[in-house]
């Protein structure tokens, strides 16, 4: 009867997340403009990703989808794939853009309460602190200011909290699928939570299993290999190349640029298939030692993060986002300041005043007996976000989840403490808490917290003044004053439902005006775009590189390079005072040939691919020695 009371009692606090979902959708319908007021923003990137594989799909362009998906980039698939998805069904609108992260914020609040349930292991106990953790998270506004966003903080959010419940329940392949997925949708997101299961699992015997599986590797077989060999040599030689320029080398009549991001996936394939080799052949010990949770994690988390590392740039693309090069130079905040600022951020972004952060953080510190799993997930975050060197108060919705689930099990204790008969009852304060939290008036600093400008001007009336823009088979190039902006990229494609290619030159990284205007001139002479849109707007706030030092460096220098060149015509110019901004669109001028581009002949990809597929091969042979199922 108890259990069936408490299921009843549940029902109310589940269902409080699941409407203010549906809220959150009907709210960015009603209005989808009041989101796109940032040009500069990265949910323009995030979008375009998403558009370019739905238009794909629709389209049935299978090299097209594969090419976007293999594409350099700092930021995994995953999100963009689900995008892809919905607007392959839904249609490419961007009405239909904010679903994917209003799902991942969904998850993140629900699986709080099985994440408890799983910490206790004790329902009663449990369903007290489950509840308690939604309402702290249902109530906090810029984690939905976050998860209706086009970003990747609500589905990252919510797979790190089923990855923590998976361990918890010592569900290993189930953990290894969940954590492939975190992987693929954000890198720092599944760093933190390996880093906490590594941490959380080191007493349960795992040095000594560590220790057995280290000494039954075929070391022999390993060091004989000459694809591992070759690998190793290849991964050291890299690092002497050159960057930028990429170093050129020619093989009689052709011309082969190697670009290091492009020889360090291909030495990581050689390692990867060298290391295959070896495993099939001699280690059968390997896998007794390690366990049924190592060989569901090295089948079904390790091999798909190797083969997907053996894509050129994406190696990269990773040791770029989680290094140290991945920061803002101008930035010089000491600890205090770094305290200070994100105590704001938790305070008064994503909680609503100081009382119930502080209730939040008591609830937390009380709990923190209960999971050493989540002690070592919280601490681990709250020590990467004072380290991180971009102090943005959205990175708190890394750890918040595990934050939200302490102070659920410490709430927990608190009512028990009042009397046995309240804790069955928690569900109800429970409901009452975030029911309160979301009548309580949103703080003013959520919307920076969550990296919102709602004052700035709107995206879609910038957007409007090349809506009429018909892009030919040669696509469509864009300069504008800030650098780029993947805006003009998906308002076209939006527009005609097509994958028309749209061109824009990365400038804030060139180092001065000169190298500016050089790479506009170049750009304008070799494009086999029709058409030309230039974009001339101030800065929304500081941005970073060449425009930190020098504001007008770029408008400077498509002023000079737009007066000398010859190709293109001015049609019309737009002046938009709301938005501080003139747009200008221009054609090719009638008679003028155009260029002829080289075309790349993906060298990398192809010795990749051929890796890959050699190493799927010796997986699916059968082995020399006998040992048990491993895939």
């Not at 082969?256 to 492009?262: A, D, E, G, I």
């Not at 601490?379 to 102070?407: N, S």
Request: aromatic share 8%; hydrophobic share 55%; net charge positive.
């Amino acid at each position: 009867m108890r259990a069936r009371l408490r299921r009843v009692l549940a029902v109310p606090v589940l269902m409080l997340p699941v409407l203010v979902a549906i809220g959150m959708v009907a709210g960015y319908l009603h209005d989808p403009g009041a989101l796109w007021r940032d040009p500069y923003h990265d949910r323009n990137s995030h979008l375009t990703f998403g558009l370019g594989l739905a238009l794909a799909l629709r389209s049935g362009d299978l090299g097209g989808l594969l090419h976007d998906l293999v594409l350099p980039s700092a930021w995994p698939p995953l999100h963009g794939i689900l995008l892809g998805g919905v607007l392959a069904v839904l249609g490419p609108d961007h009405r239909f853009a904010v679903l994917p992260s209003i799902g991942g914020w969904l998850l993140a609040v629900l699986g709080l309460w099985p994440l408890c349930r799983a910490a206790l292991n004790d329902p009663l106990r449990g369903d007290a602190a489950g509840s308690i953790a939604v309402a702290f998270a249902v109530g906090s506004p810029a984690f939905r200011l976050l998860g209706s966003d086009v970003m990747l903080e609500g589905l990252g959010a919510g797979l790190t909290v089923v990855v923590l419940w998976a361990f918890l329940q010592q569900r290993w392949r189930l953990l290894s699928v969940l954590l492939t997925l975190l992987f693929l949708e954000k890198y720092n997101y599944w760093a933190m939570a390996l880093v906490a299961i590594g941490a959380a699992a080191l007493p349960v015997n795992w040095p000594l299993r560590l220790q057995r599986a280290l000494a039954s590797l075929p070391w022999r077989t390993l060091r004989d290999d000459p694809f591992l060999l070759l690998g190793l040599l290849m991964a050291g030689g890299v690092v002497l190349l050159p960057g930028e320029p990429p170093l050129a080398v020619a093989v009689g009549s052709v011309r082969v640029t190697l670009l290091p991001s492009s020889l360090l996936a291909i030495a990581v394939g050689f390692i990867v298939l060298g290391s295959v080799r070896a495993w099939k052949a001699r280690a059968v010990g390997f896998d007794q030692a390690i366990g049924p949770a190592g060989e569901a994690l090295l089948a079904w988390h390790g091999l798909p993060l190797a083969f997907w590392l053996m894509i050129p740039g994406k190696f990269a693309g990773l040791l770029w986002f989680l290094g140290p090069t991945n920061r803002n130079p101008d930035l010089q905040v000491g600890l205090f300041d770094r305290l200070a600022g994100q105590w704001e951020g938790f305070a008064h972004g994503f909680s609503v005043g100081s009382a119930v952060a502080l209730a939040v953080l008591l609830c937390a510190l009380i709990g923190a007996r209960r999971s050493s799993l989540l002690v070592w997930f919280v601490g681990l975050g709250v020590l990467a976000l004072l380290l991180h060197p971009q102090q943005q108060m959205r990175f708190q919705a890394t750890v918040l989840p595990g934050v939200w689930a302490l102070a659920g099990l410490g709430a927990g204790e608190v009512v028990e403490g009042m009397g046995a008969r309240w804790l069955p009852r928690t569900p109800l304060i429970a409901l009452v808490l975030g029911t309160a939290l979301l009548a309580t008036p949103v703080p003013a600093l959520a919307d920076a917290a969550a990296i919102r400008r709602p004052a700035a001007p709107r995206d879609l009336n910038l957007a409007a003044a090349w809506a009429d823009v018909v892009p030919d088979p040669g696509g469509v190039i864009a300069l504008t004053s800030i650098g780029r902006t993947d805006l003009v990229e998906w308002t076209i494609r939006t527009s005609c439902r097509c994958r028309v290619p749209i061109q824009q030159p990365t400038l804030v990284s060139l180092p001065d005006r000169a190298a500016v205007l050089a790479a506009v001139e170049r750009t304008l002479a070799e494009t086999p775009a029709q058409s030309l849109i230039t974009i001339h707007l101030g800065a929304p706030y500081p941005l970073p590189g060449l425009l930190t030092k020098d504001p007008d460096a770029l408008a400077a220098a498509l002023e000079g390079a737009l007066a000398r060149q010859t190709r293109f015509v001015s049609d019309r110019s737009i002046e938009l005072p709301d938005q501080g901004a003139r747009v200008e669109l221009w054609s090719a001028r009638p008679g003028v040939p155009l260029p002829v581009r080289p075309h790349g002949r993906y060298l990398a990809e192809s010795v990749t691919t051929g890796q890959g597929l050699l190493a799927l091969g010796v997986l699916l042979r059968p082995r020399t020695r006998a040992g048990g199922p491993w895939l």
